[in-house]
């Protein structure tokens, strides 16, 4: 009788769901290593050598010669394990870790072309930004490298003046107590700003996001 649940194959690089890593792309090697161990579970593949030998199978040329260089890629005893052979994988590309994934100077370029372009002028405008910012800023508070506050500033300062005038309006009406001087919530800015943003509220605003000057939120 066939197996009804047939272990998965790896797929062959530049297949669809093939694992990629781009060299000039320092932030794919993690992703590329969080990929390629989801199919290494899916496709049953669980001894070292086997799971040295397909990931290099999704390399270009140069990366291929680079990572079979690596002692940790030719051993077979503990000292060429899969967690080592990552270990060491990483060391060839500085800044790739994980902990190098966002740097705060990410963040503030992020802020201000958002705010300089006047990006955000739509729910869908929100969204987009707001995934990005999130992905970056939480990962850098994760890292001690900014604080809350910080988060807060920065998510305020995206916003271009107009739009943030109207934003600060309508947090002044729906939190009559938040003390003055105080940052609000990155979460309170975002409900306001998705207010502003219906299709009812943003005829008036449209003409202001493009034609006034642009100076930082206050």
Known sequence: MANPNPARIMPARGDRGAPTFDANKLRELNRFFTD??????????????????????????????????????????????????????????PGSEDASRYTVADMRDLVRKTRESSLIKSMSDLGSFYRQFLAITSHLIAQK????????????????????????????????????????????????????LTDSNTQSLSSSLTTSAIVPAG
Request: glycine share 2%; hydrophobic share 45%; net charge negative.
């Open 36 to 93: 390629i161990e989801y199919l290494f579970e899916s496709c049953a593949v669980t001894e070292n050598a086997a799971k040295k030998s397909h990931a290099i199978c999704y390399l270009d040329v140069d990366d291929v010669l680079l990572w079979q260089s690596l002692a940790e890629y030719a051993a077979d005893d503990d000292t060429g394990t899969w967690i080592l052979f990552k270990t060491a994988v990483y060391t060839l590309y």
């Open 145 to 196: 490298s900014i604080s809350n506050l910080d988060q807060q500033s920065a998510f305020r300062d995206a916003f271009h003046p107009v739009l943030w005038d109207a934003i600060k309006g309508r947090l002044q009406i729906k939190l009559p107590d938040h003390p003055a001087g105080s940052s609000y919530s990155v979460q309170d800015i975002h409900a306001a700003a998705i207010y502003i």
